[in-house]
């Protein structure tokens, strides 16, 4: 009793659900990594400050000097300080849900491989089955050479395609171990993948935000590198650089010293700063025409999804009539097997696609950061467990 209980506890331990996987998302290191940011919106004026001590000897007399360095920003390095954060802002919230995107991906391409290699399993067995029927007809001059050799040929396709979704699977599986390590590749628990009707009801139970994830981060992209430029040619017009005090003690003297650093503007020539600004002047112009071909991102994943759930409903529904038809002999009964077979690949490629999207359009939308602990794939909606 008690070896049972062992081996049923060992045995229950390699398994997994998709919520296990996607808890996972919250030790990410993309998201972990956003608490060490340390915050870069300071309104102190000042660059750095220094301190100095030094002393010498003359003619058995003792001479110290102590003071201090203060090196200023330009005006609009300060002006602009606090308006540094934003993009960091809309990092740290979108670091969650770009982990969770990962998750979600290798969780359906895992388990629509899965379901795609039964259905090659049975068109496997069923196409060794018609290549021997055909092999039969064609002994008795029943059938063509040619229609034996296109049978011969649609194996060889299987064969290739099972070689493809196998090595997609495999690659599912090796990135969901390296989130759960301790998963025995069996079958994930509890997966009630949603339909591809589910999909559009969810579209639809819900208003579109205005901006797309990608455009919301490229247009604080493009507001910082504006930023940055104005600094940098700030810089060039800075006239107050720097300002250092200090005391000096000789015997029983004191003296005090204060010292003004100007730059002249325009006199000299930075290059290494030309250079920059002309890097940055490239950079915002592609970040502006970034941000503005993505403004349209939801809208388009959106008219993406419900065309190819048309596609999807017309081919389910071609499959269905072609089930009604009952053959007369067994060439046309094998023939009618594995095309309704194929047309199952078909539907599971379709229904992958459009789940793919549909997690494309759910990051997109900032539903995933909004609702990061809910399984947006299960039909019951199941929750993450923090």
Known sequence: MLLSWILLGGLSSFAVTPEQVLKTAWSDTAYTSQEEMRPTDSRNPLR????????????????????LKFQFRSWPEWKLGPNSEPRKK??????LAWALHERYLNLISYEIS??????????????????????????????STKSFLGAQGDIYKLKRLESVIAQENKLAVKKLKSWVPQWGESPLEG???ISVQEVLDSLGSQPAPEASLTARISETEFKDISRELEILRGRE??????????????????????????????LGSDDLSRQKQNELILKKALKQKEAEDSKDRLLSLKNQIQSLAGLYKMTSQGLKESQKVKAQDTLSVLEGRLLQEQTELDLLSQQQEILTLFVEYL??????AAEPAKNHLSKTQKVVAL
């Open 48 to 67: 750095n400050v220094e301190g100095f001590v030094s002393a010498e000897k003359e003619d058995d007399k003792n001479e110290y000097e102590v003071g």
């Open 90 to 95: 809309v990092l740290k919230e979108a670091s």
């Open 114 to 143: 899965q379901q795609k290699m039964a259905v090659l399993n049975s068109s496997m067995k069923l196409s060794e089955g018609y290549l021997k029927a055909q092999s039969l007809s064609l002994r008795a001059g029943r059938t």
């Open 191 to 193: 997966f009630d993948l």
């Open 237 to 266: 017009d800075q006239w107050v650089k720097g300002l250092d005090v200090s005391q000096t003690r000789k015997e029983d003297e004191v003296g005090y010293k204060v010292e003004l650093t100007l730059q002249l503007p325009h």
């Open 363 to 368: 990051l997109e939308s900032e539903r995933l």
